[in-house]
């Protein structure tokens, strides 16, 4: 079993409409959550992190996270073409900042 | 921001020579840089962790005398691919943690190497 699972996509998008995008992980130590944007070639964009249970919003984006499902996700509100990418999940077992466990990521697709 | 710089973007080299990849933190001080290398559709997977001033710590199946990493300061790490090979085709990535309370890593540019 991976330690951080992500379905790869593509996920196709209307624009305009939500992106639902899940990712779980298998170590219940797991104490941070990262969501990261990556296009083809570049380096990862830090979105949003989490550290607790429930939803985090900033912007269009809204982080959810259920420790008790080992289960976080990445909602983007009003997709437009420009967000479309790789988006990796990531994990760090302890607070803060520490090495990070990433997914293999879920490529986007948001179409006009 | 604090901003993590990563030299070369781009490098092709001949199989049997050795690339030195470079990252710098240009407004604070890195005592940690986490190395990673992703290949094609597939995610970073951590190789080693360079600490300033002490050895670094190398992820189960990496080979040490072939991946050579050095922190000699607090802003730079560089890593050496020693006899490359062209399996060790792929892109190198960076990261460093501005301060142990801060919660965001911030990447270099990576490094997209090219064995021939």
């Known amino acids: 079993q991976k330690e951080v699972e992500q379905n790869s996509g593509p996920l196709s998008v209307p624009e305009g409409a939500i992106a639902s995008l899940n990712c779980t992980y298998s170590?219940?130590?797991?104490?941070?959550f990262f969501w990261y944007r990556q296009y083809s070639g570049k380096s990862p964009e830090l979105i949003m992190f989490?550290?607790?249970?429930g939803d985090k919003e900033d912007g269009r984006f809204t982080a959810q996270l259920n420790k008790a499902s080992q289960y976080v996700s990445l909602l983007i509100r009003d997709s437009q073409p420009s967000d479309s990418a790789t988006y990796l999940c990531?994990?760090?077992?302890?607070?803060?900042?520490?090495?990070?466990?990433f997914g293999a990521g879920t490529r986007l697709a948001v179409h006009p | 921001g604090a901003v993590v710089s990563q030299h070369p973007s781009r490098v092709i080299c001949k199989s049997g020579t050795s690339v030195k990849i470079e990252c710098r933190s240009l407004?604070?001080?890195?005592?940690?840089m986490f190395w990673y290398r992703q290949f094609p559709k597939q995610s970073l997977m951590l190789m080693a962790t360079?600490?300033?001033?002490?050895?670094?710590?190398?992820e189960q199946g990496v080979e040490k005398d072939k991946f050579l990493i050095n922190h000699a300061s607090l802003t730079l790490s560089t890593l050496t691919v020693t006899s490359a090979h062209p399996e060790d085709s792929s892109f190198y990535i960076c990261?460093?943690?501005?301060?142990?309370?801060?919660?965001?890593?911030?990447f270099g540019q990576g490094t997209r190497l090219t064995v021939v």
């Open positions: 990531a994990v760090s077992k302890s607070g803060g900042y520490n090495k990070l466990i």
């Open positions: 989490i550290y607790s249970n």
């Open positions: 170590d219940r130590g797991s104490q941070s």
């Open positions: 407004d604070f001080q890195a005592t940690t």
């Open positions: 990261s460093a943690p501005p301060g142990p309370e801060n919660t965001e890593a911030f």
């Open positions: 360079s600490n300033e001033g002490s050895k670094a710590t190398y």
